[in-house]
């Protein structure tokens, strides 16, 4: 699926000597973001396809907050809804612990995916430089799934589909993190680029298929200036 998204900062700030000598540095974001249902869905006939996408339509809108603590303490804490619509979709419909379902339970049906919610904090110390060391807690819960037969005159019921489909996860873990962007800016001769690395842990949850896993995250993030001179990067 193709997302387009935006985000506009509706606050920000610093306040001296909020805590001892240290000024506090705050912000807010807010965003929004439709998931297009580019993609292609599943086919129910090939046992471990996984498709490109759910074929739907998806809203969500977000808030970030970050607040500073002098140089060294950061906290970001974001949280972030979304409304997932409809679309007909054709799938065996049996339990799904059950691998091989029948040719007969083959259907066209109309599937609505529950609304989710999500919530992330970051609490992190700056190591020296552009190094930064954070824990992570992550929480996430999608609602359960509706099902419907777009063949009424069916005796199949899709009822089962719906069972366990909702989620709800909490993970923990930490993260070590470079930021060459923000020295950058203020006239430091580093290479403008992010590097992120997180290792996550699921350590509660709900939901029949809930995975339980360690999950290890990379990335790289790239900067080029594509006008303006150089030399008036610190404004």
């Avoid at 869905?41 to 969500?60: A, H, W």
């Avoid at 303490?73 to 799904?96: E, K, N, T, W």
């Avoid at 060459?180 to 203020?186: I, K, M, Y």
């Amino acid at each position: 699926d193709t997302e387009v998204s935006v985000l506009a900062r509706v606050l920000s700030g610093s306040a001296e000597g909020f805590v001892g000598a240290a000024p506090l540095h705050y912000e807010a974001t807010v965003g929004a973001l439709v998931r297009l249902g580019t993609g292609t869905p599943i086919n129910p006939d090939i046992l471990l396809d996984r498709g490109s996408g759910d074929g739907q339509t998806d809203y969500e809108g977000s808030l970030i907050l970050r607040l500073g603590l002098g140089t060294t303490f950061r906290l970001a804490a974001g949280a972030r809804y979304g409304i997932q619509g409809s679309a007909p979709v054709v799938r065996r419909v049996a339990p799904h612990e059950q691998v091989l379902a029948p040719l007969a339970s083959r259907t066209t049906l109309e599937w609505k995916p529950g609304p989710y919610v999500g919530v992330d904090v970051r609490p992190s110390l700056v190591l020296g430089g552009a190094v930064e060391l954070s824990g992570i807690y992550r929480f996430f819960h999608k609602h359960r799934d509706e099902f419907s037969l777009v063949d009424a005159a069916s005796s199949i019921d899709p009822v089962v589909l719906a069972v366990e489909s909702g989620v709800k996860a909490h993970q923990v873990g930490a993260g070590l993190r470079y930021d060459g962007v923000l020295p950058w800016l203020a006239g430091a001769e580093t290479f403008p680029a992010e590097l992120h690395l997180r290792i996550l842990r699921t350590r509660a949850g709900s939901g029949g298929q809930t995975p339980v896993a360690t999950r290890a995250e990379a990335g790289v993030r790239l900067f080029r200036r594509l006008w303006g001179p150089t030399q008036d990067r610190k404004s």
